[in-house]
């Protein structure tokens, strides 16, 4: 844990000893909307976070972590590149409470994608899948075409 950098989840210990695995941690959000949904996660009466109050990885659904960055090259492949420090999505909270009561933990809900972006992916995959039939079903010439498909005509 960085110097000056305090935990404010009750029963946390991660990064005190040396020995043992780093943890991640993050500060608050600066956004006070997203600020006061980590605050009420929490669930620690009369808890103002300071500058330095951090919140370690292990209270966050993995659906909130980012673990490597995707980049799409110039002839449309994917470059996955993992990263050093994870990050967090915009809409992470804590959510996940081992040493607190069960009820103050929950599995958030998994987010959907809006309308738009759902015909967007199926307008591409539909493309994708004619470009990939259409590169298929080629006719090289009609002698092929006659060989071929006579046999399939003939009962």
Known sequence: MGKGRKRCIPGCNSNYN??????????????????????????????????TAVVCIKYFSLQFIIKEDHIVRDNGS???????????????????????????SHKPSTSRKSSSEWIT?????????????????????FEIFQETYAKKLVC
């Not at 608050?28 to 980590?38: E, G, H, I, L, S």
């Not at 996955?80 to 909270?93: G, M, S, W």
């Not at 539909?126 to 006719?139: P, R």
Request: no cysteine; net charge positive; hydrophobic share 30%.
């Open 18 to 51: 040396k020995t043992d695995n780093y943890v991640s941690s993050f500060t608050f959000p600066k956004d006070a909307t997203r600020k006061n949904q980590w605050v009420k996660s929490i669930n620690r009466a009369d808890f103002i976070p300071s500058s």
């Open 78 to 104: 994917e470059l996955v590149v993992p990263r050093k420090i994870p990050k967090l999505t915009n809409d992470a909270y804590p959510s996940i409470f081992p040493n607190q009561p069960s009820y103050l």
């Open 121 to 141: 992916a199926l307008k591409l995959r539909d493309e994708q899948k004619f470009a990939e039939w259409s590169t298929n079903d080629t006719v090289n010439s």
